[in-house]
């Protein structure tokens, strides 16, 4: 009996010291395998990663230092931003107010506004162009709209639209900052699609002189059309759309070239505060029906 035992035990023995071994084999060679795999995807992944370096960085500043800040500050961006605006800038200022913006979303968080670069094209086009009236797809905080009111004629009016009623509050805010009463720039709330329809038998319009669009991208080929079919665009007035390229609004850029309707052309840039990702704004000019 307790010779059976003993060869029972060391059966058990003999066993258990071939499974270990046969799980540390398999233990070596996995590991062997996964540094293998990780060595021959190296160059696959450092490629990627400076290919898209600038689209990680973009993700940190906009996305992973705003949930910080928001977690930490108990404020939204918008009023971030508007906090720092208001303590650095001088006020009936709109150079200043830009300026300060400017820094702010340089060198602490990231907002989408035009931004300097893309902002000169846009004003060089504004002072080609002087509008009298002025429509604007996107507020945001009251950056473009600053810049855009800023460059009018005496007499011109802006009426910039914006759909978040918080954002809103901060726009007008810093509308009102820079120094712009409501005969210049006239705050809309409400959604784009709403407001377009309305144009006319609401707000008196005849006839948009240049319209900026910088909203929800998926909102720029119906608004176009919308405006379009409200014939408040003609011939001569100018559409700019900014990032076209970045995030890209191809539905739009597609309609614009097969519906023969406008002269157009892609003014190339780079993303707003930002190096190293391409965008462009598409300007268009209304030829009307031929
Ligand atoms: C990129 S930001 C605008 C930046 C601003 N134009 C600037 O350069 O300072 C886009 C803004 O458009 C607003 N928006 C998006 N879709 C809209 C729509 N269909 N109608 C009105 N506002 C809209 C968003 O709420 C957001 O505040």
Same mark, same amino acid.
């Given at each position: 009996?307790?010779?059976?035992?003993?060869?029972?035990?060391?059966?058990?023995?003999?066993?258990?010291?071939?499974?270990?071994?046969?799980?540390? &084999?398999t233990l070596i060679?996995?590991?062997? =395998?996964?540094?293998?795999?990780?060595?021959?995807?190296?160059?696959?992944?450092?490629?990627?990663?400076?290919?898209? $370096?600038?689209?990680?960085?973009?993700?940190?500043?906009?996305?992973?230092?705003?949930?910080?800040?928001?977690?930490?500050? #108990?404020?939204?961006? %918008?009023?971030?931003?508007?906090?720092?605006?208001?303590?650095?800038?001088?006020?009936?200022?709109? %150079?200043?107010?830009l300026e300060t913006?400017?820094?702010?979303?340089? /060198?602490?968080?990231?907002?989408?506004?035009?931004?300097?670069?893309? +902002?000169?094209?846009?004003?060089?086009?504004?002072?080609?162009?002087?509008?009298? &009236?002025?429509? !604007? =797809?996107?507020?945001?905080?009251?950056?473009? &709209?600053?810049?855009?009111?800023?460059?009018?004629?005496?007499?011109?009016?802006?009426?910039?639209?914006?759909?978040?009623?918080?954002?809103?509050?901060?726009?007008?805010?810093?509308? $009102?900052?820079? #120094?712009? *009463?409501?005969? &210049?720039?006239?705050?809309?709330?409400?959604p784009s699609d %709403?407001?377009?329809?309305?144009?006319?038998?609401?707000?008196?319009? !005849?006839?948009? *002189?240049?319209?900026?669009?910088?909203?929800? /991208? /998926?909102?720029? $080929?119906?608004?176009?059309?919308?405006?379009? #079919?409200?014939?408040?665009?003609?011939? +001569?007035?100018?559409?700019?759309?900014?990032?076209? =390229?970045?995030? +890209?609004?191809?539905?739009?850029?597609?309609?614009?070239?097969?519906?023969?309707?406008? !002269?157009?052309?892609?003014?190339?840039?780079?993303? !707003?505060?930002?190096?190293?990702?391409? *965008? #462009?704004?598409?300007?268009?000019?209304?030829?009307?029906?031929?």
């Amino acid at each position: 009996m307790s010779v059976y035992l003993a060869v029972c035990l060391c059966t058990t023995l003999i066993v258990s010291v071939y499974l270990a071994v046969c799980l540390c &084999t398999t233990l070596i060679v996995s590991v062997y =395998l996964a540094v293998c795999l990780s060595l021959a995807f190296l160059p696959l992944v450092l490629t990627f990663i400076i290919r898209y $370096r600038y689209y990680f960085v973009l993700f940190y500043r906009a996305v992973l230092v705003r949930m910080w800040y928001d977690c930490t500050t #108990g404020l939204s961006r %918008e009023e971030r931003a508007f906090q720092y605006v208001l303590t650095h800038a001088i006020p009936g200022d709109p %150079e200043s107010i830009l300026e300060t913006f400017d820094l702010w979303c340089s /060198k602490v968080e990231f907002i989408s506004n035009i931004g300097p670069k893309k +902002g000169k094209i846009m004003d060089r086009m504004l002072s080609e162009h002087c509008p009298l &009236t002025v429509l !604007e =797809l996107g507020s945001h905080c009251g950056y473009s &709209t600053v810049r855009i009111a800023r460059a009018l004629p005496l007499g011109a009016r802006l009426y910039s639209v914006e759909m978040d009623a918080i954002n809103a509050a901060i726009a007008e805010k810093i509308i $009102r900052l820079a #120094g712009f *009463d409501d005969d &210049t720039v006239e705050l809309i709330v409400s959604p784009s699609d %709403e407001v377009i329809p309305r144009l006319r038998a609401d707000y008196g319009l !005849e006839r948009l *002189d240049f319209v900026f669009m910088d909203h929800w /991208k /998926k909102c720029y $080929r119906p608004d176009l059309q919308a405006l379009e #079919g409200s014939g408040l665009l003609g011939k +001569g007035s100018v559409v700019l759309a900014d990032n076209v =390229l970045f995030p +890209g609004a191809p539905n739009f850029l597609r309609h614009v070239r097969k519906s023969g309707l406008y !002269e157009w052309k892609i003014h190339r840039a780079t993303l !707003e505060y930002s190096k190293g990702i391409r *965008d #462009g704004m598409a300007e268009l000019v209304y030829q009307g029906i031929k």
